[in-house]
């Protein structure tokens, strides 16, 4: 989408009003130059922003995942001008995007949490958890669990890097087994590594017990 555009910094966006940004002004702001590092692509930020759209007003977002908070910027302006709550959790805060946001007089908007996604103390519903930290299995299947007995009824998770890392595929696929999961929103393939966003429809796909008798040796 702003591909081919000069990219704006974030020094650019200093007054604005954050609660009345366009879609195109929030992603050119979540993509902005001014932090070291770069996080999701436009046409993943418009994936996210399909499937925020069908959340219900007032919902609560968890971030698993910072950076330099591509897509904190992104869900954050979300909330800004929708209604809801960011949490972002994130175990090595960048001191580049903590500076840049305290000088947009935006660090107190939202709740970031310098710990570890898998051992952190949670507690509170959640309705839209974004997984994004590292790739193997046990990162992102390890953080759904983690985070599953949290999830509010249809609730909205989504997996970046779920087309292109083989780690983030398996742990959709094996959250597929447990939960009736359904795919709401995606990223064109060949973008970035990808973002797919799932509704849960259900906890639980079913318990199937084997009788002891039929087991068979191990
Ligand atoms: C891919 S980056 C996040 C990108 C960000 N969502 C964006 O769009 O800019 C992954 C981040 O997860 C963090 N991380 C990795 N494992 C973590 C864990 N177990 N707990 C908290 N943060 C973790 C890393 O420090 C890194 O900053």
Redesign the pocket.
């Known amino acids: 989408m702003t591909e081919g555009n000069e990219k704006k910094t974030l020094l650019d966006f200093k007054g604005m009003d954050f609660t009345s940004l366009s879609l195109e002004d929030r992603i050119a702001f979540s993509v902005a130059q001014g932090v070291s ?4 692509q436009p046409d993943e930020l418009i994936a996210m922003n399909d499937a925020l759209s069908m959340l219900e007003p007032n919902p609560t977002i968890l ?10 910027r992104f869900l954050l302006t979300y909330v800004l001008s929708h209604s809801g709550t960011l949490h972002s ?4 805060l ?1 001191r580049d995007f903590f500076d840049a946001m305290v000088d947009l007089g935006l660090w107190d908007k939202f709740t970031t949490y310098v ?4 051992t952190i103390h949670w507690q509170g519903g959640i309705d839209f958890l ?1 997984i ?3 790739h193997t299995i046990a ?1 992102a299947l390890g953080e759904y669990c983690r985070f599953r007995g949290f999830l509010n009824k249809h609730a909205i998770i989504g997996f ?1 890097d779920a087309w292109e890392i083989p780690g983030v595929r398996r742990a959709i696929e094996i959250v597929q087994e447990i939960d009736e999961i359904k795919e709401i929103a995606r990223s064109p393939r060949g973008v970035g590594f990808g973002i797919r966003l799932f509704k849960l429809m259900e906890k639980n796909k079913g318990c199937y017990h084997q009788r002891p008798e039929s087991i068979e040796e191990m």
């Open positions: 590092e770069t996080g999701m971030e698993l995942g910072q950076c330099t908070g591509t897509s904190t959790i994130e175990q090595n960048r710990n570890n996604t898998q974004l994004d930290t590292e990162d970046h």
